[in-house]
């Protein structure tokens, strides 16, 4: 299953890039599941309600969790966060508490997490992390 990060799905709703949405519909033709975490659903609400276009923002948040599972939090996601916090900040590579929950949510969940900036995961061990 791909777990879809919360700047990939602003990428989609933009419509700024047509391939990445065909590439979607292309793997969802073989059978690929994708998601977003509770996370990604609180960004993305969060941004549907500061926009100029609420209707419409909230309107594509419903559609896409038509289309998607929503994955939570839960212990074992929990435990992974503050294991992989722990590690980061000994090693001097802090990376944000947002996006660490994401990516323990992933993780927990044995889920690729697709993402179009790296850099915000690269950090964080065992993390299965793809760029479109």
């Not at 929503?70 to 722990?86: P, W, Y």
């Not at 927990?108 to 993390?127: G, M, S, Y």
């Amino acid at each position: 299953m791909y777990c879809l990060d919360t700047n990939l799905v602003i990428d989609i709703f933009r419509g700024k890039d047509a391939g990445l949405r065909a590439k979607i519909e292309q793997l969802r033709d073989l059978g690929i599941e994708f998601a977003i975490t509770t996370i990604t659903l609180c960004e993305l609400y969060k941004g549907a309600f500061l926009s100029s276009n609420k209707e419409q923002s909230i309107a594509q948040i419903n559609t896409l969790l038509e289309r998607a599972d929503l994955i939570a939090q839960d212990n074992l996601s929990c435990s992974l966060f503050g294991q992989d916090f722990a590690f980061l900040k000994g090693k001097g590579n802090p990376t944000g508490e947002a996006d660490l929950m994401i990516a323990s949510i992933s993780k927990a969940n044995n889920c690729v997490l697709v993402t179009r900036n790296i850099k915000d995961f690269k950090n964080i061990p065992n993390l299965v992390v793809n760029r479109w």
